[in-house]
């Protein structure tokens, strides 16, 4: 039977992204808040959340969401200096974490210092053991924010990684086509387990991924980004939706 298409959230242009994503994803750490005391949020890297990030940075948003309850890791980090452009972390930091009032203590940077990429997966791994717990015992992200690359990849899992098999890992290192290639990522099992999932699509070039993962054609990794027992949200802009009669 064919699987339903996910729940689409259409703006007009990037500017509608960036607000309409900044507004879900302050209602979701409130909610998170209000029931448990405490929201865990795990960051998109790449562009495309930037600028839902820069306007969580300014009011209302800064005034309104309990920073002081958020704890802050990252769906996936490249292996570069934390100061590097091509940090997902600095990114974040860059367009949000300066501004707003999260102890340092719940910001959760990849341990990209460690010596190689086995060892900061397992470092991660270990840091998530803080979170609560699912019911099949692995870390329950509140919400778990993604993006999508035009090849179907999400987080870094890329398509045809072993990675992507993960049953057991929490977080795996990864050598992927997109540089810089070797970095980290949450696994599958991980992402699934999540409360709240939320996926910013932005532009024409991601058309058909977007077109392909809302049919779920198993070959993209973001396809297979299916919530055990939470909800799933694409946000997406007009230019990243293209009409499709099948889909509807
Ligand atoms: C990364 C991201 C990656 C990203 C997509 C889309 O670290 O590169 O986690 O999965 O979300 O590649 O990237 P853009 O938003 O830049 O198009």
């Not at 699912?134 to 990684?161: K, N, Q, V, Y």
Request: net charge negative.
């Amino acid at each position: 039977m064919a699987e339903a298409p996910q729940p689409v959230i259409v703006v007009p242009g990037p500017e509608a992204l960036a607000e309409t994503a900044a507004r879900w994803v302050a209602d979701t750490i409130k909610t998170a808040v209000a029931a448990r005391s405490r929201c865990y949020l795990a960051l998109a890297g790449g562009e495309t959340p930037r600028a839902c990030y820069e306007t969580l940075s300014r009011p209302p948003f800064r005034e309104e969401v309990p920073w002081s309850a958020v704890h802050v890791y990252w769906s996936d980090e490249r292996l570069v200096p934390l100061d590097d452009p091509a940090s997902n972390y600095a990114m974040a930091r860059a367009a949000l974490l300066e501004y707003v009032s999260i102890p340092r203590a719940q910001i959760h940077p990849a341990p990209v210092a460690e010596r190689d990429g086995r060892a900061a997966a397992e470092a991660y791994a270990r840091e998530l053991m803080a979170l609560l717990r699912d019911p099949a015992g692995r870390p329950r992200f509140d919400l778990i924010l993604l993006g999508l690359g035009e090849d179907g990849h999400t987080a870094s899992l890329f398509p045809g990684d072993a990675a992507l098999n993960a049953e057991e890992s929490w977080v795996l290192a990864v050598h992927v086509a997109k540089p810089p290639p070797n970095r980290i990522t949450l696994t599958l099992p991980v992402i699934n387990a999540a409360r709240a999932i939320l996926f910013l699509v932005q532009g024409a070039a991601k058309r058909s991924a977007l077109q392909a993962v809302r049919r779920r054609d198993p070959r993209l990794p973001a396809s297979h980004v299916q919530p055990v027992d939470g909800e799933l949200r694409f946000i997406v802009d007009r230019e990243a939706l293209v009409e499709d009669p099948a889909a509807v």
